[in-house]
């Protein structure tokens, strides 16, 4: 398939004049034909990774069987295991059928494929191979998925500790606390400042429940709001990479993620300014991201990549693989191989982490019940030396 509808239409991919991204394919197209375009992009349809992820694997599997797009399309509406898959293939296929171009109509769902995808896609249309470029598509979009679902199991049994000490620790302060305190309320002014802090917070919880539940359920829904919204999440994200132990491993995460998106566009014929704009994109953390602009910034001024990297915080690794793909002419081998490396060195990050944080937890949960017996028991000990 050619890539008439984005090249000559200036869907925002100016690959012919050296690959630079002038912006969001679906922004751009509706900036310039204004309301009929703005038609076109949904921001509020929303479907899973692992839903687009089945699309692309079943895509893929017609197109090299031989069956035309548009056939492809229909059939996967058919077969649609939710409405909001069967919506969005709707939309995908009805702007097909209007002439667009299917990486187009994938930038016309930012919610659903991200500019990587829409750019791999432009890339193979381009080129003759749009089952090539899905293929990498797929490839990338399940190493996501599959290090998102480690780190999530990571966080299930810590999660689970800490839900499990907030009760006790609830259940203490409102059941056990109040056993002690009449005994200890005879002399207040000989309280330390420990135990009236746990004095005061179990009157809390056993006084006003109902504002106690409202600043849990304010909590989690401060939590929800960082993990969706995606301003906040880039905040959140960003100072959760300063952490110490933490925050090197989102960073080995997202170069991984970046370089990874940066050889599949490379091996797809995508020129290495788009390849860099792909890698800013991906790596969301704003220090990241700064490396790969200010490479790119570099490398359009004409000095080879490694010269553009070299003062940057990335492993020593990736830059001698990088100066090894330039000299052979291999940049994309180079850089496949290098992903595989980070994404190595992320799984044992990620495990070195998750056998960390397991006991780190329980020592806090222990520490915070023993916070609370203790500011109960010294004050019991002092009174008992004056009986």
């Known amino acids: 398939m050619k890539l008439s509808g984005l090249m000559e239409r200036n869907s925002g991919l100016d690959l012919a004049d050296g690959g630079v991204v002038k912006g969001d394919l679906a922004q751009e197209r509706k900036e310039e034909h204004g309301h009929a375009s703005a038609a076109h992009v949904d921001e509020k349809l929303k479907i899973k990774a692992k839903e687009s992820l089945h699309i692309l694997i079943q895509l893929r599997a017609m197109l090299v069987a031989g069956v035309p797009l ?178 090197g491993l989102i960073h080995k995460a997202y170069i991984s993620r970046s370089v990874n998106a940066l050889a599949m566009t490379l091996e797809s014929g995508v020129p290495i300014l788009t390849g860099l704009e792909h890698a800013r994109q991906i790596s969301q953390l704003p220090k990241l991201q700064n490396v790969w602009e200010g490479a790119s910034a570099k490398v359009r001024d004409g000095l080879p990549m490694y010269a553009a990297l070299e003062d940057a915080d990335l492993p020593p690794a990736l830059l001698q693989m990088i100066i090894a793909g330039e000299s052979s002419g291999s940049l994309d081998s180079s850089l496949r191989k290098a992903g595989e490396f980070l994404d190595r060195e992320t799984t044992a990050a990620l495990e070195l982490f998750t056998g960390l944080l397991g006991p780190a937890t329980v020592v806090l949960a222990g520490a915070l019940v023993g916070f609370i017996v203790i500011s109960l028991m010294t004050p019991i000990l002092q009174l008992a030396r004056f009986v």
């Open 70 to 247: 548009l056939a492809c399309l229909r059939s996967l509406i058919e077969h649609a295991q939710t409405p909001k898959i069967a919506k969005a293939l709707q939309k995908i296929t009805r702007m097909v059928e209007e002439g667009h171009d299917l990486s187009y109509a994938f930038a016309c769902l930012p919610r659903c494929y991200e500019n990587y995808v829409v750019h791999l896609v432009a890339a193979g249309e381009r080129a003759g191979a749009l089952d090539d470029s899905l293929q990498r598509c797929i490839e990338l979009l399940d190493k996501q998925i599959k290090l998102g679902g480690k780190i999530k199991g990571a966080l299930a049994y810590p999660g689970f500790l800490i839900i499990l000490c907030t009760v006790m620790t609830v259940g203490i302060l409102v059941a056990l606390v109040p056993k002690f305190e009449k005994l200890l309320m005879s002399r207040p002014d000989q309280l330390p400042g420990t135990t009236k802090l746990v004095l005061a917070s179990s009157s809390f919880l056993r006084n006003s429940p109902g504002t106690a539940i409202a600043i849990a359920i304010a909590l989690v829904i401060g939590i929800i709001v960082i993990f969706k919204v995606k301003t906040v999440r880039k905040v959140a994200f960003d100072l959760a990479s300063r952490l110490p132990g933490v925050g």
